[in-house]
Every structure is written in structure tokens, then in C-alpha cells.
């Protein structure tokens, strides 16, 4: 299994270590726990070892229009230092993987892409680089990162970065700071619903950024975060997991994030016929959020179906809301899917318990 | 370290079960409820369902996922705690004083196949050695 740079630091910080996709991560802390450490993000900190997920630079005079013809976003729209949320869509409008965008320049960008998608993210760009024009490179091997989040993570990165993070906007970088003495690139962005920073620095300094961001944390309340609270903390804020919402054949209009697909950008995208054709015909399916009535945790999978048992379709996500003390599912439903309010049956184990569909996200923080 | 009560007999799958005349009172043990981590929901059977040994017939939900449990013996449920429906937590605070089930044992002796404390310590120890 491959290991981050900072293995041997949750191994001593009590980490139980699992296999996620290849990489040796822990789920959890011994000392904590993931209830414990998903409501330490959302009331003080939490810091990441998010050093697995894929980093791809793009570069040459005809990035920004070869991206575009990949991506669903306005690439052309970006500003420089601007990080913006894509989905990566296949020709039938199905997912490849969804992926964060950061412009340096419109000649030189920084991908950020899931890690288990790393490999088939990087042979679909090579399939479809033009002949000149455009360079690209992975540099996940060279790349450590981890996520700073919560309501704490300005003021302990405060302490250590060499810019003031309170001047750097929400989906904005920072590139050549120095974060612990170490050069580093810093972005406000994450994965929890909070505010916070994406920090990526060299591979081999990984261990260090780690060491400087949590001595910078005490007193501050931060604690090191493990992959299930990652999971729990992104599913209450109704953020997509590819495999989850997104699949090969599940897009990104009937999970509900049509916002970032620019159906009419000049030029289109690898997807967009498809994707325009489900939304002139009427969506098929939808994701619809809803909260447990009955006893009993719905998980991936899990068919939903209506009143009298009849399957509409199932669970893409789902489990115990730390935050919301509730039991919480994402459903993927044919259309008409219900209304806010109205109820959904989930098949858990043969018996069908009630879910009432709300509003999503499920958890948004105060302004 | 595991906590072990000498006075209970075990299942490789880490449950306890304790005999009292011919009812069998039933739980996790605490090695199983720290590898859950946070229980959120337990699915209990219902009352008067047959079982056998080794059948699954409780969900424990915990924030990481859905772990079941098995009978370790073979009988009739004849109670089920239903103070964990509120407090689910309970499970992890003490897994010994907060049973999950009661049964009417088919047939006492088949308890004796099982581990006994020492025997159970010893796998917990080889697995707690192996960090899992």
C-alpha cells in the first residue's frame, strides 16, 4: 500500500490505518473518534492529510481553451489566482471524476483531482491533448497536501503563514507563500462545509507542514481528522463524492449541480450535447435530500421506493449526521421526484423505514 | 486493552453471552464496540423470533457503518433492551452492563462450545498485535 509523508504521524497520533483506494490513511483517531472529530471541524478545527488526492499541472498557449473543451465550468471566466469546481463529463454526460481548477495564468493551471480517479483522470487528458499547444504533467508523486478547516483554521494559519490568510478570498489561491518556513501554495477552498485552507507543498516536506500546522493549532482546539469524518463532514454539506453522486452514468444535472455546468460556454464540452438533450427532454432522475422519520441508518446502495414498495431508486449516500443528530440520506429518484416535505420510503434490510425530503445542504455554517 | 469480564463465555465474533437458569442475556463486547467506534442505532429482532447459533439478528449502526451481530446460541428472543433505543451510546459507555438481547436457550450446553475468557483474551490479544 502507499503511504503519505505523514504516516508515521497518524500511526503515533493513535490513527487506525485502512486501506482507502491503494492508500494506507487513517479513519479515525483513538483519542477521538469520527463523531468527536467531525464536530471539532465544525466548532473549532480540523487538519487533513489529504496528501493522496491527484495534482496535474496543465500548461501552454491553448490551455485555457483545451480545458474548457474538457470541463463543464466557465474556464474562461476564471480570474488569475481563482480556484473553480468543474465536473469532468464523458460523452454521454456521465461523470469521469469532478475536480478543482486553480489559474495561475491562462497559459498555466494546477488540476486537483480525486485520487482514486488519478490514473484514469491523467490516460483521459492524454487521450484528448492536442497534438501542440498544451503540455501536462502529474505531480501527485510530488505532492503533499492537507486541508486546514473550521471556524479556527485562519487564526492558526495566521501563525505560520508569511501572508495574512484573511486576505485571501473564499475559491482564491496564494502561490510562492512560505506556510511553517515551507514554500507552499494556499488556497481557501475544502471539503467540510467550513471555511478553511488547502495547503500543497513538496512531497518530501510533508511531515513538516504537518508538525508546523499542529503546534500552530494548540490552543486553538485542533485536532488531526480522519477519513471518516472527511465523509461525514462532506456528505452534511451536500458536497458530491464521484462513486457516490457522480458515476459514469450518473451527471452532474440530476445530482443537482447544474450551477457549475455551462451548457452555452463557446466552444461546449466533451458531455454537453448529452447533458443538453436530458435538460430539454426533462431530467430522468434526481437526487433528492431527506432525514430518516423511522429508526434506522440508510447507507449507499439502499433502494428507495414509495409508499406501497415500489422501487424509484436508491441511496447514493447516507449514514448519521453528527451535526444534525439525525439520520440522513441522499436518494437518486426517477421523476416526478417528491417535494420538500413529502415522504420516501428506504429499504433498509427489507423493511421500509420513512424519510421526509428537506431542503439541501444539509448542514450550512452561519454567516 | 480490552476489558474482559472473567464470568462470560465469547464468540470469535466478539460477542458474550451469560447464562442465568435457561435464559441467555447477550451483548457485544467491548473489543467490538471500540472497533465500531460511535454506535448510532441498534436494530434489535423482534421479540419471539427463533434463532440459531451463529445467525445474524442484530444491526449495530455506528458512524462508520453497519456491523452485524450473531447469535451465540440457538433459542427464542424473549426481551430486547430497549433503552438503547434512546441511547444508543450506552454501548460504547459499557458494553457488559448494556445487553442487546435476551433468549430462551435451546439447549444451555451448547454455551460450553464456547470461548471462555481466557481463550477470548488471548484472540483479542493476537488481534489488538496485529493493529486491527
Known sequence: MKRTPMYERHVAAGGRMVDYGGWELPVQYESSGIKTEHLNVRSKAGLFDVSHMGEVTVEGARAEEWLSSLLSNDIAAMHDNQ?????????????VDDLLVYRYSRTKYLLVVNAANTDKDVAWFRAHLPSDGV???DISPRTAEVALQG????????????????????????????????????????????????????????A??????????????????????????????????????????????????????????????????ALKRQKDDGLKHR?????????????????????????????????????????????????????????????IRGKLKRAVVIKRPYYARGK | ???????????????????????????????????????????????????????????????????????????TVTEVNEELDGAPELVNQDPYANWLVKLKVDDPSEADGLLDAAAYGKLVEELEAEGS
Not at chain 1, 452514468?249 to 466533451?270: Q, R, S, T
Not at chain 2, 447477550?26 to 460511535?38: K, L, N, S, V
Request: with cysteine.
Open chain 1, 83 to 95: 480556484v473553480q469546481y468543474n465536473i469532468m463529463c464523458n460523452e454521454s454526460g456521465g461523470v
Open chain 2, 1 to 75: 486493552m480490552s476489558k474482559i469480564p472473567g464470568d462470560l463465555r465469547y464468540t470469535k465474533d466478539h460477542e458474550w453471552i451469560r447464562l442465568e437458569g435457561g435464559t441467555g442475556v447477550m451483548g457485544i463486547t467491548d473489543y467490538a464496540q471500540h472497533a465500531m467506534g460511535d454506535v448510532v442505532y441498534v436494530e434489535l429482532p423482534d421479540v419471539g423470533r427463533k434463532v440459531a447459533a451463529g445467525d445474524d439478528f442484530v444491526v449495530v449502526e455506528s458512524v462508520k457503518g453497519a456491523n452485524d451481530v450473531f447469535s451465540p446460541v440457538s433459542g
Open chain 1, 135 to 137: 503540455s501536462m504533467e
Open chain 1, 208 to 273: 513538516e507542514l504537518w508538525d508546523a500546522v499542529m503546534k500552530a493549532g494548540e490552543g486553538h482546539g485542533l485536532l488531526p481528522i480522519g477519513l471518516g469524518a472527511r465523509d461525514s463532514l462532506r456528505f452534511e454539506a451536500g458536497l458530491p463524492l464521484y462513486g457516490h453522486e457522480y458515476t459514469d452514468d450518473m451527471g452532474p444535472l440530476e445530482a443537482g449541480y447544474g450551477f457549475f455546468v455551462k451548457l452555452d460556454k463557446p466552444g461546449g464540452f466533451i458531455g454537453r450535447d
Open chain 1, 287 to 347: 437526487i433528492v435530500a431527506t432525514r430518516l422519520e423511522d429508526k434506522g441508518v440508510p447507507r449507499q446502495g439502499m433502494p428507495v421506493a414509495d409508499e406501497a414498495g415500489r422501487v424509484l431508486g436508491h441511496v447514493t449516500s447516507g449514514g448519521y449526521s453528527p451535526t444534525l443528530d439525525a439520520n440522513i440520506a441522499s436518494c437518486y429518484v426517477a421523476t416526478p421526484a417528491p417535494s420538500e416535505g413529502e415522504s420516501l420510503w428506504i429499504d
Open chain 1, 151 to 206: 471556524p479556527e483554521a485562519e487564526a492558526i494559519l495566521k501563525k505560520i503563514a508569511d501572508f495574512d490568510p484573511a486576505s485571501l478570498k473564499f475559491f482564491y489561491f496564494r502561490d510562492g507563500a512560505t506556510v511553517g518556513g515551507i514554500p507552499a501554495i494556499v488556497s481557501r477552498t475544502g471539503y467540510t462545509g467550513e471555511d478553511g485552507f488547502e495547503i500543497y507543498v513538496d512531497w518530501k516536506r510533508g
